[in-house]
Structures are given as structure tokens and as C-alpha cells.
């Protein structure tokens, strides 16, 4: 009920799965106060056992920390409600450092075939009914491209949260899209290539509102629309599988969130501040170093890379010195 106040239901609702289906079961009946990081290795080799029983695999890293998150959060409201003296150490020494990976994400020439398939997914239409569906998702797939928005910030933005404006910095014409979302609330300053899309969804939706209110009903409703009333999560996977885009070369998933990251990284590509990147996508630096920029070659200045110090000059070539007690040649006269 703490975190109701300031956690989506979502949130709240993924607390208690994870502790009815592993973490209630193993820690119900023990003592608060004998939680230990024995018993926290414990827990993490029963999960692993029982994971491997029921799925031949070993429990992902993100997984066993977000366990990690639930234990903490019940131990802290325990020591919090007096029932225990003080937080036990919980940290897992092998679980601390991690190799670093690129988030799933599409590579230019990737992009540009996702959007012309779901493009010509509007002009085949596989299934009847559907069109609008398939209008919208090839909208979102060009928005999220050039607005490096979350999935659920763009779900959550209504018509009025964005603006057409002339940026006066670049002389280009943008969306600023104030964003509602997982970190709270903040701007967008997107790339040129968001504003037909936007221009599309906002006259979809008109047309929409229009044909169940009426003109004048539908323009007092516009504002507050939402700007994508669905996100086809099936039509979007199956476009992935049939372009052969579903995982990456290295076995990763790609899912709507990875528009985010092809955002983040053509940004980088075109050398773009970090800084800047970082703001106007509502996150952090460090993400960004971690995650994106150490993946990007275009970060790396190889004229600072490939420096060579000056080789020595070799002095000029002259009479040898002589040793001290040699007595001097005496000159030929013939």
C-alpha cells in the first residue's frame, strides 16, 4: 500500500506474483531476523534448481536481482515496523559485476526495412478489418524512431501533449512532445521525421471521433485523445519474424523498446551530445555509456586512437672524436 501512492498498478500487481510463486514459498515460515546472505544463497540455488526442473534453464541475471528488490523492500518495511534490529547485508558478490551488452536494436539499413514492411503491410492489409491497425503501428514504428520515446510514454500521449514547432537552432520543423511516463513527466524534442506521422495520427483519430460524435463533438474530444488507441503487439512480432528481424546477431529479443534503443544509437552514429541524448530521452549518462555508446565505433576518434610519437633525428655525420691520449695523424705532404 506504500508504494500504491507512487507505483503504478502494474508495478504492484508484478510484487506480488514474484513473491507468491518463489518467494513466499521459501522465506514464509523463516524468521526475519535470521535472513542472512547464507540464506539469500540459499534461495538463489533453490530458485535456479527449480527453474531448471521446469525449464532446462538457469534463471536469467535480472531476474535473480529482481528478486533481490522484493526481499529488500520486505526487509526494510520489517526493520521499518521494528520487528527486525537492522538490515542484514543481502549484496551477492558474483552477481555485482556483469559483462556489458548492447540492448536489442535495429541497425540503419534494419529500420529502414521494418518501416517499409510495415508500410506495405497497410497495402496488402492480410486481414480484413485491420488496416487502421496496421496505419497506426507503421505510425508508431516512424514516431518511435525519431522521438526515442518508451513504449508506454507514447501509449500514454494525447493529442494535446504534442506541438508542431519551427526549432529556431536547427530551422527544421519538430515535434515537442511533453512525455508522461515511467520516470515521471518531461519534454521530447523529436527528429523531422516524426511530424507526418503525428500529422497522420491526429487527422485518424479526427476522422474517428467525427464518424461516432459528429464535427463539433469530435473536435471538443480531439485534444484529449489519446494519440495511439492500441499497439498491435501481434501484427508488430509477426512483421519481425517474417523480415527475419525478431532476434538480433546476437540471439536477442527485439520488441517495441527496441525502436527506443535505435533511436538512442543512430544519435550517437551521427554524433550527436550524450548529454543532450540523455536528457531529451529522460535518462542517465552512465545508461547511456553502458548500454549504447561503448557498442557505437563512431564514438572512438581514431586520430586520437593512433597516435605515434616522432621518431629521433639521427645527428649529421662528421668526424669522429678522438680518444684522449691519441696522438694526432700527422698530414701527408707528398
Known amino acids: 500500500m506504500l508504494a500504491a501512492g507512487s507505483r503504478s498498478p502494474l508495478y504492484i500487481a508484478e ?15 523463516l524468521d526475519p531476523s535470521t535472513i542472512n546472505r547464507s540464506t539469500i544463497q540459499s534461495y538463489v540455488v533453490k530458485r535456479t534448481e527449480d527453474m531448471q526442473e521446469r525449464r532446462g534453464r538457469s534463471p ?11 526481499i529488500r523492500q520486505v526487509l526494510k518495511h520489517e526493520e521499518g515496523a521494528g520487528r527486525l534490529p537492522f538490515m542484514p547485508n543481502l549484496s551477492l558478490p558474483y552477481l555485482t559485476l556483469k559483462k556489458k551488452g548492447r540492448r536489442a536494436w535495429f541497425s540503419p539499413e534494419e529500420y529502414e526495412k521494418l518501416y517499409k514492411a510495415t508500410r506495405q503491410r497497410i497495402a496488402t492489409c492480410p486481414r480484413r478489418g485491420w488496416k487502421s491497425q496496421y496505419e497506426d503501428l507503421h505510425d508508431f514504428v516512424l514516431l518511435m524512431g525519431n522521438t526515442g520515446l518508451r513504449p508506454d510514454e507514447a501509449l500514454n500521449a494525447e493529442i494535446r501533449d504534442v506541438q508542431i514547432e519551427q526549432d529556431d537552432a536547427t530551422g527544421e520543423t519538430i515535434l515537442v512532445i511533453d512525455v508522461r511516463g515511467k520516470t515521471g513527466t518531461g519534454f521530447c524534442k523529436s527528429m523531422p521525421g516524426a511530424v507526418h506521422p503525428f500529422r497522420r495520427l491526429r487527422a ?21 485523445t489519446n494519440l495511439f488507441l492500441r499497439f498491435n503487439r501481434e501484427a508488430f ?9 525478431r532476434f538480433d546477431r546476437d540471439g536477442k529479443r527485439r520488441t517495441a523498446y527496441s525502436l527506443r534503443h535505435t533511436y538512442i544509437s543512430m544519435r550517437l552514429m551521427e554524433g550527436a551530445n550524450i548529454h543532450q541524448i540523455a536528457n531529451n530521452c529522460r535518462t542517465s549518462v552512465q545508461m547511456i555509456e ?16 593512433n597516435v605515434r610519437r616522432p621518431k629521433a633525428k639521427k645527428p649529421a655525420a662528421g668526424p669522429r672524436p678522438r680518444a684522449k691520449g691519441t696522438p694526432r695523424r700527422k698530414r701527408s705532404t707528398g
Not at 474517428?208 to 474530444?221: D, I, P, S, V, Y
Request: hydrophobic letters at 45%.
Open 15 to 29: 510484487l506480488e506474483i514474484r513473491l507468491k510463486a518463489s518467494i513466499l514459498p521459501f522465506f514464509g515460515k
Open 60 to 70: 536469467a541475471r535480472s531476474t535473480i536481482l529482481s528478486d533481490m528488490v522484493v
Open 204 to 224: 485518424r483519430r479526427l476522422a474517428e471521433l467525427e464518424a461516432e460524435h459528429g464535427a463539433k463533438e469530435a473536435a471538443a474530444r480531439l485534444a484529449t
Open 237 to 245: 512480432n509477426r512483421i519481425l519474424r517474417e523480415e527475419g528481424l
Open 290 to 305: 553502458e548500454h549504447y555508446a561503448s557498442h557505437i565505433k563512431d564514438r572512438l576518434d581514431a586520430s586520437a586512437i
